[in-house]
Each structure stands twice: as C-alpha cells, then as structure tokens.
C-alpha cells in the first residue's frame, strides 16, 4: 500500500514539472518578445535600453509573495522567483556585474542573491575598480558593500559616491557566517590564521576564547584568506561557505562570528536612475553651511513632511579641514509628493546637495 501511494505521488509531482518546464518556457518566450519590443522602439544600441528594470522587478517578487499561501515561505518563493527572471533576461540580455573579488568574496555571494545566477560576475580587485568598471561600460552594474552590522560603514565606499556619478539602483542585505577552516581540520596544527581586517573584528571575541595567541594576518579578502590556507598545512582561514568549497578547505568551526544576527548591507551602482517600485528608499548626500544649526536646519525639512531618515553618517569633505559632508537614507523615492516637497527645501538650505538614488529596499 504504501508503494502504491509514494507511485501516486510521484506520478502527481511528474505532472506538475511538466507544467512547470511549459510554464517556464511561456515567461521565456515572454521575456524575448518583450526584448523585441524594447529594441523596436530605441533608437539606440543594446547598451542604451534598460533590460534590466529593478523596480518592475521588485513589484513582480512583492506581488507573488503577496499571493503566497505556502507552504514555502514567501523568501523561499522570492527565491526562486528572482532566478526564474534572472534566466528569462539572460535570453533579453545577459547582464555584466562588477563586485568586489576574488571569486568566492560575500559581495559574489551577495551579487548572486540580488541578480539570480544567470548573470556574468566579473571581479575586481577594488571598490574604486567597480566604479570605474561600471562608469567605462565594462560592466552594466557593481556591488560594493556599504556597511556591516557589527562594524559600521565602508568609508571607501561611501567617499567614492563624493565624486562619482554614479547612482544607487538597489541595495542586497545578506547574513554573513564566518567559518573557520583549513586543509587538514586539525586544529592543534594552526599556527596561524588569514582573513579580511573586517571578518577579524566582527570573530574578534570567538578568536580570543578559543584560539588565543595565534597569529593573525590581515589579508585583502576572505577567498584570498581560503587560498592562502589551501596551501600551507598549519594555517587556517576565516572565510564563508563559498571560498571554502572553492578552495576545497575542511571546516574546524561553524558560525565564529560574535553576533548572530551579523548582516552586511551592499548597494548596486549603475548609470539609469530607477522608478519607484512602491517601497522604496532613497540616499542623499548632503554638506551644511557653517552657520550654527546648520545640520538641524537641514533635517527639519524631512521632520516637517514626515519623511523618515533611517541612517546618517558623516565623512570628511575634500573642501576643507573640519568640514564634512553626511550620508543619509530616507524612506520613500524622490519622486514621492511629500519626498519632492521634503528634498526642495533641504537643497535650498545646504551647501551641496546630491541625490545618490532611489531604489527599491532589499526584500529577500
């Protein structure tokens, strides 16, 4: 009896794949027809259509989790969803994304998550190279990481964003597990340990209990760390998932970071600006004169139309010694009534003033 259920069932999930392989060609097909269209009204070549459109994309995940009724949850099915779109454009056009490498890095990881897995990742080996990258046309977007729970911002990224031209097209958050790892797994053997500055402090505290007065060396990024490891018998690294099956380590620890909840934020940089996608989050940055209250007076504004600002930071200006230009997020997209409203008064009262981007806020 009971084979004669599991046959039912296997029969009935048969069927259903069937469907889903003709229905996955349907939106394939689709996809092409909607590419056609695109090219048969630009004037220009490929590279100046917008293939790639986050905010329908972010109104097609938001709508289908609104409809899910399980019993895969809504990330699971905003998943999979996002790597049905992925291989549908790869047939329009097969996107280019510039991320800060090695191969095997979190911001691929991150890259991935964000674009789905049919798109070209090309690494650099800096985040001014993915600006560059992305600015040159060699790559349709980058991603950079912005900032980490546990350790703050990236000022890199943030003072590249002074001079660029760039805009912010999204934003990806992933939870970063650190592991440690190493050729053999035999912990007594390390003698020394490689990871990126960043993935030191945020295992700081896990290091100092369980690996004190092993040397640890700096290195320019956790898959740089997993190679150095993959090497040399008595070292270890600190790396992710990815760079320890890239570079076919064994793990000694799992999840070594201090805080559970450790999560990095990176954004996408790309040349278009991009329409609001109904949850949307816009950057600015922003410099006041030197008058007292100045940065109130700048801030009023968003109070006063409730716009609310969910981060601010503050960089060093090039302009002068002790003067500073600040980085801040805000709900909604600019071209929001009360947004519209809220940021024409602030650029009347600051010394400079840049939209960086709207963008819809990460989701998945």
């Known amino acids: 009896m009971a084979d004669d259920a599991l046959d039912k069932l296997r029969d009935k999930i048969d069927a259903i794949d069937e469907q889903l392989l003709e229905l996955f060609n349907q939106r394939a097909s689709c996809a092409v027809e909607v590419a056609e269209v695109k090219r048969e009204f630009s004037d220009g070549a490929d590279d100046s259509i917008d293939f790639f459109r986050p905010d329908r994309e972010a109104q097609v995940i938001q709508r289908i989790k609104s409809l899910n009724q399980g019993p895969l949850s809504n990330d699971e099915v905003g998943r999979l969803i996002r790597e049905v779109m992925s291989a549908c454009l790869a047939l329009e056009q097969p996107l280019r994304i510039a991320y800060l490498g090695p191969e095997g890095t979190f911001t691929q990881s991150a890259a991935l998550k964000h674009f789905g897995h049919s798109v070209s990742t090309i690494p650099m080996s800096s985040i001014p190279d993915v600006f560059s990258s992305v600015e040159s046309g060699h790559a349709d977007y980058g991603l950079v990481p912005v900032e980490n729970s546990t350790e703050g911002v990236i000022s890199h990224t943030l003072d590249m964003f002074i001079d660029s031209g760039l805009k912010v097209c999204g934003e990806v958050e992933i939870r970063v597990h650190h592991h440690l790892a190493s050729k053999s797994q035999d912990v007594a053997s390390i ?6 500055q960043q993935s030191f402090a945020q295992c700081r ?3 100092d209990q369980n690996m004190p007065g092993i040397e640890r060396i700096p290195v320019s990024s956790n898959a740089e760390a997993a190679r150095l490891a993959s090497i ?11 760079a320890v099956e890239i570079f076919e380590l064994k793990i000694c620890f799992e999840n070594i970071e201090d805080l559970s909840d450790n999560t990095t934020r990176f954004v996408i940089i790309g040349q278009q600006d991009v329409g609001p996608s109904g949850n949307d989050k816009t950057s600015l940055l922003i410099s006041t004169r030197n008058i007292p209250g100045a940065l109130l007076g700048l801030l009023q504004p968003l109070a006063d139309h409730g716009i609310s600002m969910n981060k601010i930071e503050s960089r060093p200006s090039q302009g002068g010694k002790w003067a500073y230009v600040f980085f801040v997020d805000i709900d909604g997209h600019q071209q929001d009534p009360d947004v519209v409203k809220a940021l024409n008064e602030l650029k009347h009262q600051a010394a400079l003033f840049k939209i960086l981007g709207s963008y819809p806020k990460a989701s998945l």
Do not use: F, N, Q, V
């Open 191 to 196: 003698k020394h340990i490689y990871s990126h």
């Open 205 to 207: 505290r896990w290091l």
């Open 232 to 242: 040399e018998d008595d070292a270890a690294a600190i790396c992710g998932l990815p």
